[in-house]
């Protein structure tokens, strides 16, 4: 079963384990600066908003990469080989989303590759706030919450 | 690992940037942060020294933990000699700004000197540049931050910075960054801008690798677990903030009130947390907006406010109608129980001030107790206070003299002396509820007799987060001692002191030791670094750093004379609740913790506990 993050920006506290636990998987180091994912503070409103890849089935990136660095992975992860990757960056300027970000340091390109059907993110959020669920079904709690919250109106009037 | 074992000196003087490798052997003894920077700091500078001359200097440092996985692993501090007290200072600051001077590879940065004109440090990884600062001086911590960011184009780049107060001298002024967290007490900020230096900017992309990253990853998913699991760290404090005190607290008889002359409030539950999440009628939304956390921080106390659009302080000014730093129940009690004012949305408005300007909302609000207490008494006259109403309880004196206070204007420049120099200045010393020049925190020593105590031998001047024996007494953690007896204290206040130096040498949160044992604390570390990090180890940091702390301030002047409370604490008995009719025992208490240190019955270490403690 193909399976996505769900980003609930309800739930995050803006603490940013999901970029240690993201930088540490893929780079051996804590360094917010080559998470894949990133926790946006929207200050003056209080909201903390988790974003990253949505792995599009027709990918952006994968079609514009002249080298064919990114394939799909069984996971659906569309995923960037180093070894094939020429740093051109055609694919961070391709991708609508902007999840799709240079490396200074290695000269390659970084983007989620939902570690293998193990996000590390998902693992490390303390609140609930990332999860890696059913790709069918990435509205169902949005849809309970809502069938509950209108149902009680109808019972209200009943 | 874990330390990037590198340092930046700062010359202010002559305006240079020097990197330094980290002494690893005062790393093995005093482990990071607190203690490592007290350690250099006392190792640079006279203790005599005036805090707001060229001489003193002022340590920016992280823990080895700062930046890593280890929930709360997001502390720094501000080591300096303060200049509220004059005394040894460390102030303990979240947010993200440690965090990024870790990943940009420094451990900490000294400064030294004084800058000829105003300046700003960047940091964008290995290097590090002093920048005119003359569009910034003048402005606002908000102002500083947005602007650098945009000067920069890098909305990344993490900023501590000082506000107007620290630039006119308010003697409690303190170090913001990100917006709203503060290394806030004892007057940090003030030393920063007699450097004339207005702002850190930092930005790092090089990251913090840790020593045993497989020890490390169990260790810290097993300490996040005993977190989540707590009702303290894992329910009470994300849902309602410190805050969740204000109450408990008011019915334990220890919340100090009007100048410390009641220790009850009876607006208490208007300015708690069960207010904070009460929607207001204006927009049916309630102060609080949701909770925050520090970077790397699993249980999330922060609060984030808004004030109601309709209050008298935000009406017409549109750039206060956000979301922001809300009260923590320190801040909630300085500004209101402490002068008498229960209007949650103007003491929000103050604490907005308070990080827009950059100053203590402690201190700042127990000073204007002390002069409400003055003003009735007819010592302070409306021709002191430029035509101000300084009646207990008046909330639009409170919130119009942090606006003066932070910019040094009118009578808020005398409210920016602090207590003690204000009260000494219309004669009545005996009003200033402090220690060391130092103002108290939330809790009152009559009725919490440990917390006397801890307030009476803080090595900062009062305050709670040097022995926060309110942990024990009442809320039972590890395990619950009596609050109306002083019985054992002394024991328990020095096992807390020792712990809390450990904790804040780490680079790790205080609010973590409501759930966890050093047993919890110690796997964390010793994965972390090199060495062998035990308990044992860790405690021994922690009584290490305390008595450097002390040597240092006696170096300075102080006498075991100074570890005492005002009058009001030991002779008037407290008038209403649980501890209606005690005192605090401190000279009961004091002697026993004394020889329990090791310290002669002057208060001064013996040659024997230096030596054991390889000082």
């Not at chain 2, 402005?139 to 945009?150: F, I, Q, S």
Request: with cysteine; net charge negative.
């Amino acid at each position: 079963m193909e399976k996505a993050l769900v980003l609930d920006s309800g739930l995050c506290t803006g603490c940013e384990q999901c970029e240690v636990a993201c930088s540490t998987v893929h780079e051996g180091v804590s360094n917010p600066a080559t998470s894949r994912i990133k926790v946006f503070n929207f200050h003056d409103e209080g909201r903390f908003v988790p974003y990253t890849c949505t792995q599009c089935d027709e990918a952006w990136c994968m079609q514009a990469c002249p080298v064919d660095a990114i394939t799909v992975a069984g996971t659906g992860a569309k995923v960037v080989s180093d070894t094939l990757c020429v740093g051109c960056k055609v694919c961070t300027i391709a991708c609508p989303f902007g999840t799709v970000n240079y490396n200074p340091a290695t000269g390659k390109v970084l983007k989620c590759d939902l570690c293998d059907g193990n996000p590390a993110c998902a693992a490390a959020c303390p609140t609930g706030a990332i999860t890696y669920t059913d790709a069918s079904a990435t509205g169902y709690a949005k849809m309970q919450s809502w069938a509950k919250a209108t149902d009680a109106g109808a019972q209200a009037s009943a | 690992m874990s330390w990037t074992q590198k340092i930046l000196r700062v010359n202010l003087t002559k305006g240079t940037c020097t990197p330094e490798p980290l002494n690893m052997e005062w790393a093995d003894k005093y482990l990071g942060q607190r203690g490592l920077a007290t350690k250099y700091l006392t190792e640079e500078i006279d203790p005599k020294v005036d805090p707001l001359s060229p001489d003193n200097k002022l340590i920016v440092a992280t823990g080895p933990l700062t930046g890593t996985a280890a929930a709360t692993g997001g502390r720094w501090s501000v080591i300096t000699k303060g200049a509220l007290t004059g005394a040894i200072a460390c102030s303990n600051s979240g947010g993200f700004f440690g965090a990024e001077l870790k990943f940009a590879g420094w451990d900490m940065v000294i400064f030294e000197g004084k800058s000829k004109k105003p300046v700003y440090l960047l940091i964008q990884d290995d290097e590090a540049t002093l920048v005119d600062a003359a569009d910034y001086w003048g402005r606002t911590v908000w102002e500083t931050e947005k602007g650098l960011k945009a000067e920069h184009q890098d909305p990344q780049i993490r900023v501590a910075s000082i506000g107007q107060a620290g630039e006119v001298g308010v003697k409690f002024a303190g170090i913001v960054n990100d917006l709203h967290r503060a290394a806030g007490r004892s007057g940090v900020g003030t030393v920063m801008g007699s450097k004339n230096l207005k702002a850190i900017a930092v930005r790092g992309t090089k990251g913090i690798a840790v020593n045993d990253q497989a020890a490390f990853d169990i260790a810290t998913s097993a300490a996040k677990a005993v977190l989540a699991e707590n009702g303290v760290t894992g329910e009470g404090l994300p849902a309602m903030g410190t805050q969740v005190l204000m109450n408990v607290i008011n019915e334990t008889g220890a919340l100090p009130t009007r100048n410390h002359r009641d220790s009850q409030f009876e607006g208490a539950n208007d300015i708690s947390a069960e207010a904070m999440a009460e929607p207001r009628r204006s927009d049916g939304k309630p102060n609080l907006v949701r909770n925050g956390a520090c970077f790397s921080c699993t249980i999330g106390c922060g609060r984030i406010s808004t004030i109601n659009p309709e209050h008298y302080t935000v009406k017409d000014r549109e750039q206060y109608q956000i979301a922001s730093g809300g009260l923590e129940y320190e801040a909630a009690w300085a500004l209101g129980a402490a002068n008498g004012v229960n209007d949650l949305d103007a003491l929000t408005f103050a604490n907005f001030i308070c990080n827009e300007q950059g100053f203590d909302p402690i201190s700042f609000g127990a000073t204007v107790g002390a002069a409400m207490e003055m003003f009735e008494m007819g010592v302070i006259t409306p021709k002191d206070t430029g035509g101000l109403d300084l009646t207990w309880g008046n909330a639009e004196t409170l919130t119009t003299l942090a606006e003066l206070t932070g910019r040094g204007e009118g009578f808020g420049a005398e409210i920016g002396l602090g207590s003690k120099l204000l009260c000494e200045k219309y004669g009545h010393p005996d009003l200033s509820m402090s220690v060391k020049g130092q103002e108290f925190p939330a809790y009152d020593a009559r009725g919490i007799q440990g917390m006397g105590l801890t307030y009476a031998t803080s090595n900062r001047g009062a305050c709670h987060l040097r022995g926060y024996t309110v942990a024990s007494e009442v809320l039972g953690i590890p395990e619950k001692t009596d609050p109306l007896s002083s019985d054992g204290k002394a024991g328990l206040v020095i096992a807390f002191q020792d712990a809390t130096g450990a904790v804040d040498s780490a680079g790790l949160c205080v609010f973590t030791t409501f759930a966890w044992s050093m047993d919890n604390i110690a796997p964390q570390i010793d994965a972390a670094c090199v060495g062998d990090w035990s308990v044992e180890k860790l405690l021994e940091v922690g009584e290490r750093v305390w008595n450097l702390e002390r040597k240092f301030n006696l170096d300075a002047g102080f006498t075991g004379k100074d570890d005492t409370l005002p009058k009001r604490l030991l002779k008037d008995a407290a008038k209403s609740g649980p501890a209606e009719g005690k005192v605090s025992e401190l000279g009961k208490m004091l002697p026993e913790y004394y020889s329990l240190r090791g310290w002669t019955k002057d208060g001064v270490p013996t040659n024997d506990t230096l030596s054991r403690l390889v000082l």
